[in-house]
């Protein structure tokens, strides 16, 4: 461990800054016909128009020098790339799997498990939902059922570990259907549906025993474990002398195999992969990944981004990142709590979640709140943001309807050693603005609906 890290108090970054990226500054009229244009969806806004871009941490951190270096590393053989081996051992090394098939993002290696595992007919239990997870679940024939603890859905419960699986819930799936029914249960480390939110050790303990006794396999969504093991560190007794990788290590051993997105955690622009112990799991993940991915040496990666995924893992669990990484998105979110801003308590690892409930009451649900949040905060200032909410969550496929979840949010998310402390009080300065004004702000009308994963695609317009 990092002593230095540790008798620190300030959370400033263990790098210095050797490359910049310009950004464009635009104007108010600028804004309202960017948005008008995106169809008031922050995801079909052009990033040109950002100033700030806080859409989402996946694959917009920025690398190392050495992760560049990488790059000229790369060894772009159609089999048995160099790369791939480093890559390989990397994974063994840190998250402890044996076996190991590389994959172009997460949701590459989430339709491998998916398609081989479930079986039409099949329940597949996880700690709450996430887009692609459960559409690919969907599309396999199963269908998701949320075990996550009740603290999860409420945005003011403090609950440390609201990540947490509640296993009374599981059992009542598993005693009504069977455990012959339930291939595996999807756990996600720092649930980001939930705000960022860790499980515990303790409760993947129980979750172990329950499920070695029934035969279950437990599938870790590992894209956030290692911002995970720093929570637990922090919050769970007994593990304060621990490092972020021993915990990491400790998580997976626990569990029979992974799909990952590399594009968070690991600190990479584009990658994922699948890991598992189990041979016959592997061998079937590694025939399929040729058809969809790509040969199973490179998963739809280039040699180089395997190289720079390799040095990513290994700096990605420095405790002095995660102090950084962490601190900086409590600091955002500690302004915005002391301005009476209703956020998603505790603050999470990857991002600030606004609770637009609480923010725009008088909107209802179906006129979707957080998507007008979301437009709102761009036009005041340039920020881009993503809706977690009533759109997102999507229509249930028995009824047709929207699913309104409990949980209505707009997602600040803060990419990975990008922005600064001012970029953090421009942040914070402009939610406040928009909160201000909040009685003025009306809901929106969906005018355009794709049939998959709606959010990324839809077009609105205002009431
Ligand atoms: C994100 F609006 N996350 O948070 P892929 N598991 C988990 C993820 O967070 C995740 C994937 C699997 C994104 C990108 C994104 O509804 C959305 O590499 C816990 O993106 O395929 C991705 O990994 C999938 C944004 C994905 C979305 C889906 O911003």
């Known amino acids: 461990m990092n002593t230095e890290a540790n008798i620190r108090h300030s959370w400033a970054e263990p790098y210095k800054i050797k490359m910049v990226e310009l950004l464009t500054m635009t104007t108010i009229e600028e804004r309202e016909r960017a948005i008008r244009e995106a169809g008031y969806n922050t995801f079909l806004i052009r990033s040109r128009d950002v100033y700030i871009d806080l859409l989402t941490d996946s694959g917009t951190g920025a690398m190392s020098d050495r992760q560049w270096a990488g790059l000229m590393m790369g060894d772009e053989a159609y089999s048995g790339s160099e790369n791939f081996y480093h890559l390989y051992d990397v994974v063994r090394e840190y998250y402890g799997y044996k076996y190991f098939v ?41 269908t998701f059922v949320d075990v996550i603890i009740d603290e999860a859905h409420d945005p003011a419960s403090s609950h440390p570990f609201k990540g947490n699986v509640d296993i009374r819930k599981l059992d009542r799936l598993v005693q009504e259907i069977g455990a012959e029914r339930v291939p595996y249960i999807s756990l996600e480390g720092n649930v980001n549906m939930a705000g960022g939110q860790p499980f515990s050790m303790a409760n993947l303990r129980e979750l172990r025993s329950y499920c070695q006794e029934r035969n279950i396999p437990i ?24 490092t972020v990788r021993e915990i990491l290590r400790e998580i997976c051993d626990l569990t029979d195999g992974c799909t990952m997105s590399a594009k968070k955690d690991a600190l990479v622009n584009i990658g994922g992969f699948f890991a598992c112990n189990d041979e016959q799991l592997f061998l079937k993940a590694q025939n399929l990944v040729v058809v969809y991915e790509g040969l199973h040496t490179y998963g739809g990666m280039a040699g180089r981004d ?12 420095m405790e002095e990142h995660q102090a950084a990484r962490i601190g900086q998105v409590r600091y ?13 308590r505790p603050i999470g690892s990857h991002a600030i979640f606004l609770d637009a409930r609480e923010f ?18 761009y036009l005041e200032a340039g920020i881009r943001t993503m809706e977690r909410g009533n759109v997102s969550a999507g229509r249930d496929p028995e009824t047709g309807e929207n699913r309104r979840p409990a949980l209505e949010l707009v997602r600040l ?22 909160y201000d004004r909040r009685h003025e702000i009306r809901g929106l009308k969906m005018v355009y609906e794709p049939e998959y994963l709606r959010f990324f695609q839809a077009r609105f317009e205002p009431l």
């Open 102 to 142: 590389p994959t172009h993002q997460g949701r590459g290696a989430e339709h491998l498990v998916s398609s081989i595992m479930i079986k039409p007919g099949d329940c597949v239990p996880g700690n709450m939902y996430f887009t692609t997870t459960r559409l690919h679940q969907e599309l396999a024939g199963g």
């Open 219 to 242: 599938m870790l969504d590992a894209t956030r474990t290692i911002e995970n093991a720093w929570f637990i560190r922090e919050r769970e007794e007994g593990y304060s002398g621990k």
């Open 306 to 317: 395997m190289e720079a995924m390799a040095q990513g893992i290994r700096e990605a669990v």
């Open 332 to 344: 955002l979110g500690e302004q915005l709590q002391a301005a009476g801003i209703p956020i998603v």
């Open 360 to 377: 725009l009451p008088h909107v209802d649900q179906d006129d979707y709140p957080a998507q007008a949040l979301a437009a709102e905060l």
């Open 413 to 434: 998310t803060l990419p990975r050693r990008v922005y600064t402390q001012a970029h953090m009080d421009v942040v914070a300065e402009s939610v406040k603005a928009v």
